[in-house]
């Protein structure tokens, strides 16, 4: 295959893929705020998990023993899939697209960051429009 064909290859790639992103929004914010809050313990169980394994390595004759890591997984795995389907009837999918660099621009220059506002000033445009 040529270098030429394996370019056309590669655009023909890039735009059969969705030009989107579709997201779940939650309009249930107590529902959606548990999910998160579950969510950031799977990452710190995750974490943890990790660590276990990482200082049994040196171990040759102990297997990393992550029994009750994975237990806690299960537990909150478990409640997020009850959350989901108590939150079922309140999603909405939201349709992501993205802008290009020039329509980004524009947006920006008309929304100038307000003098008093430090996140404002830090992002570089008014993030209140």
Partial sequence: MSFEDKIARAQAAQEARPRYKEVPVSLESELSEE?????????????????????????????????????KLNQVAKKIQHIDELDRDNLITVRVYKLGGDAWLDLVAGHPPRGNSAIDLGSGYNVNT
């Fill in 35 to 71: 999910r998160d809050r579950l969510m950031q313990q799977i990452g710190e169980l995750t974490a943890e998990r990790e660590q276990i394994i990482a200082a049994a390595a040196g171990v040759l004759t102990l297997a990393p023993d992550t029994r009750t890591v994975d237990r």
